[in-house]
T-cell receptor
């Protein structure tokens, strides 16, 4: 079966760095996405990786290792507004997105 | 309209009733999707459409139907609602359904079936 695993919840301190991991087992791979979802709102796109390596976008970076079925989202200089759920999704061989359950990130002052 | 809109924002529905959730996008995207989101579970695909006039089944299609008469609209119908269909429903769209395009989401509809 297809499976996306990510931690249920993480806590970090304002100004710090946090890494959210995602491991996946899917039928085929056509890219990995990270989305941010604030409580009661829609998911919004953060990053996309299709090749191995690190993609940097401001305070957010995303890493992919296809051979290990592994990705992480790195958030630097954490701000209170970063408190949200972070969703990992893999596009499978049918070009459908398979979603993890999300990681709720709690930022403390 | 800017992006994707969904209606209603929320709804309480008696079991057995028919309900249509509306979704409209103004980005001229070819592909559209319906997901449901339940606590502790990832988004699950209900139905999708890669282009106007075509639809396909996702992971959890039972009890739901869709149509895609034109590019902009993609309504989701619950023919006879059951309590297990209580969920938050998100509509999404992307330029294409067969490439690495990003999916953009509407604000969601919170549905409660009693």
């Amino acid at each position: 079966g297809q499976n996306i695993d990510q931690p249920t919840e993480m806590t970090a301190t304002e100004g710090a760095i946090v890494q959210i991991n995602c491991t996946y087992q899917t039928s085929g791979f056509n890219g990995l996405f990270w989305y941010q979802q604030h409580a009661g709102e829609a998911p919004t796109f953060l990053s996309y990786n299709v090749l191995d390596g690190l993609e940097e976008k401001g305070r957010f970076s995303s890493f992919l290792s296809r051979s290990k079925g592994y990705s992480y989202l790195l958030l630097k200089e954490l701000q209170m507004k970063d408190s949200a759920s972070y969703l990992c999704a893999v596009r499978d061989s049918n070009y459908q997105l398979i979603w993890g359950a999300g990681t709720k990130l709690i930022i403390k002052p | 309209i800017a992006g994707i809109t969904q209606a209603p924002t929320s709804q309480i529905l008696a079991a057995g009733r028919r309900m249509t959730l509306r979704c409209t996008q103004d980005m001229r995207h070819n592909a559209m999707y319906w997901y449901r989101q339940d606590l502790g579970l990832g988004l699950r695909l209900i139905h999708y459409s890669n282009t106007a006039g075509t639809t396909g089944k996702g992971e959890v299609p039972d009890g739901y139907s869709v149509s895609r008469a034109n590019t902009d609209d993609f309504p989701l119908t619950l023919a006879s609602a059951v309590p297990s269909q209580t969920s938050v429903y998100f509509c999404a769209s992307s330029v294409s359904g067969t490439s690495g395009d990003t999916q953009y989401f509407g604000p969601g509809t919170r549905l409660t079936v009693l």
